[in-house]
């Protein structure tokens, strides 16, 4: 009788907790304003997804440095770096060009719609761009957020009409 007493208030009381977790997601009060929830765990849908690389998936660790070659088969830089805009999509690669061992090197954005990286076979990636080392040259310089650009570009202009 005792163990049917134990496990009945057992029953009853783990019941009780499960009604006092709160509102469900979604749920608004009698005003219309929304419940807060509890946090998402381990233990519900919210739960992370983990994925496996594929054979056709490419790192960015394998990008960044890759070297750039134009149709003529010349090298006219290498990935420095990429850009992902708020979706995680990417939006532009960096492109070295010129320079000699990082130093002379100009940086500038390229859309990559315009550059072709194909996989060569299983260790190794080619990028390719329709363009030649000038064009890359003549290109807006691309400067990161929160870094000064060149002294030479972060010049004031002259003042011309002041007043004597």
């Known amino acids: 009788m005792r163990s049917l007493f134990l496990g009945t208030a057992l029953l009853v009381a783990s019941s009780v907790g499960a009604f006092a977790q709160g509102a469900p997601a979604g749920a608004q009060d009698a005003a219309g304003a ?3 929830s509890a946090p998402a765990t381990l233990a519900n849908d919210l739960r992370p997804t983990f994925v496996a690389q594929n054979p056709s998936d490419m790192v960015t660790s394998k990008l960044v440095g890759l070297t750039i070659q134009n149709n003529a088969n010349e090298t ?3 990935i420095a770096d990429v850009v992902l805009d708020d979706k995680n999509t990417v939006k532009s690669w960096v492109v070295g060009v010129g ?7 100009k940086y500038v954005a390229i859309d990559p719609s315009a550059m072709k990286i194909t996989r060569v076979n299983d260790t190794t990636l080619k990028a390719v761009i329709d363009t030649n080392k000038d064009q890359l040259r003549a290109a807006p310089e691309y400067i990161y957020l929160g ?10 202009p002259a003042e011309t009409n002041k007043a004597p």
């Open 34 to 36: 929304p419940v807060p």
């Open 76 to 78: 006219i830089g290498e």
């Open 99 to 105: 320079g000699f061992l990082g130093i002379g090197t």
């Open 147 to 156: 870094k000064k650009a060149d002294a030479k570009t972060d010049a004031k």
